[in-house]
Structure formats: structure tokens, C-alpha cells
T-cell receptor
Framework: SQTIHQWPATLVQPVGSPLSLECTVE??????LYWYRQAAGRGLQLLFY??????ISSEVPQNLSASRPQDRQFILSSKKLLLSDSGFYLC????????????FGPGTRLTVT | AQTVTQSQPEMSVQEAETVTLSCTYD???????LFWYKQPPSRQMILVIR??????QNATENRFSVNFQKAAKSFSLKISDSQLGDAAMYFC????????FGKGTRLHILP
């Protein structure tokens, strides 16, 4: 069966520091991968999605970037964190094609101080 | 552009009762998929149910069922025999080539 991992689970970082969040998927190949951010008590904001290695689409221009160095690895990065980057970050995967639902990782809670 | 609207930010239901969460969407597409996701306090997003737009039959998963009205662009979730573990945020989602989430409905279960 497929599983999706995210780490770290929680992170506290000072303003101006770099960020790297990692997401890996097991049990499937060539998945679509997604990064979402969720502010407290709010809905999901799609940040990036990827349909293949090295293919990244950005939904919201901002302080963050994403990379997909391997088929089942998706990384969210920032060179300098802002206070507004605080939130809950969710990684998700789906099969290729829009018939497929998304499956989510456990998330990373990021607090920028 | 496609939109998803959940008009009830919060709802409460007595344990063992039935509750219906509303969702409407807007699209010009005829082929798409609809989903309900549950996000409990752990914040893990869990798929509850999915509905293919080309199917007239409403999807059912145990105590969870949907009322899909394609012409009205409505996709409500009914939870029967509510349990304390059903307390969560519920998100409605629409998908064609992209997936769009509603803002969620927080469901409280009263013992």
C-alpha cells in the first residue's frame, strides 16, 4: 500500500533563516505531488504541484520554492523565512490524471519567530 | 474559474443523530470529480468519500453518504449515527485538472 511521509513534524525557525521540508511517497511510481499551506482554522492553499521529476508549477508567487529531485521526493524550501510563512504544511500525492483523489501526509507545523 | 463554497463554517449535532454538511460548486465542465475530506484535531487529512460526476447514483461509505445534484451543482455530505470521532473539519473538494477545496465546516459532536 502507499504511504506518504513528511518531516519534520514540527519546526520553529527564526525570521530570515532557511527552510527545507521534505516529503516522500512509498508504494507508487510517477505520482503527482502537491504542497499546501493551511493557516490556523482556515482552508488549504495550494502552493506547488509537480507532475514529474524537475517539473514544478507554482500557484502562488511568494517566498517559497519547491523541487522534485526524485520521482517520489518533494521538497519545499525557502532561503529566508518571513513571519507570514508560519502555518501547517501538507504534502499530498495523487495518481496521474484528474480521476484520482489526493492522499495527504501528516503535515509539518512551522512557526517562524 | 471553478469555485467551491461551504456556507456553514460550524455545525453541531447530538451524538447518534444525523447531520448534513452543505457544499456547492461552480464549473462549466461536465466531467469532474467531487470529494469530502475530514481533518480531525490531529490535522491529518482523510478522504471520506468521492463522487464521479458522470454517475447519477450517490456514493455511500458506511455511515457517510452524499446527495449529489449535478444540475444544482450541489454536493452535500450526510453523516448518520454521529459519533464523537466524527468531530473534525470537513472539506469539500472539486477536481478536474486541478483540485479546489472549500474553506471547510467545523463539526462538533455533542455527547
Amino acid at each position: 500500500s502507499q504511504t506518504i511521509h513528511q518531516w519534520p513534524a514540527t519546526l520553529v525557525q527564526p525570521v530570515g533563516s532557511p527552510l527545507s521540508l521534505e516529503c516522500t511517497v512509498e508504494g507508487t511510481s510517477n505520482p503527482n505531488l502537491y504542497w499546501y499551506r493551511q493557516a490556523a482554522g482556515r482552508g488549504l492553499q495550494l502552493l506547488f504541484y509537480s507532475v514529474g521529476i524537475g517539473q514544478i508549477s507554482s500557484e502562488v508567487p511568494q517566498n517559497l520554492s519547491a523541487s522534485r529531485p526524485q520521482d517520489r521526493q518533494f521538497i519545499l524550501s525557502s532561503k529566508k523565512l518571513l513571519l507570514s510563512d508560519s502555518g501547517f504544511y501538507l504534502c499530498a500525492w495523487s495518481g496521474q490524471g484528474f480521476a484520482y483523489e489526493q492522499y495527504f501526509g501528516p503535515g509539518t507545523r512551522l512557526t517562524v519567530t | 474559474a471553478q469555485t467551491v463554497t461551504q456556507s456553514q463554517p460550524e455545525m453541531s449535532v447530538q451524538e447518534a443523530e444525523t447531520v448534513t454538511l452543505s457544499c456547492t460548486y461552480d464549473t462549466s465542465e461536465s466531467d469532474y470529480y467531487l470529494f469530502w475530506y475530514k481533518q480531525p484535531p490531529s490535522r491529518q487529512m482523510i478522504l471520506v468519500i468521492r463522487q464521479e460526476a458522470y454517475k447519477q447514483q450517490n456514493a455511500t461509505e458506511n455511515r457517510f453518504s452524499v446527495n449529489f445534484q449535478k444540475a444544482a451543482k450541489s454536493f452535500s455530505l450526510k453523516i448518520s449515527d454521529s459519533q464523537l470521532g466524527d468531530a473534525a473539519m470537513y472539506f469539500c473538494a472539486y477536481r478536474d485538472d486541478k483540485i479546489i477545496f472549500g474553506k471547510g465546516t467545523r463539526l462538533h459532536i455533542l455527547p
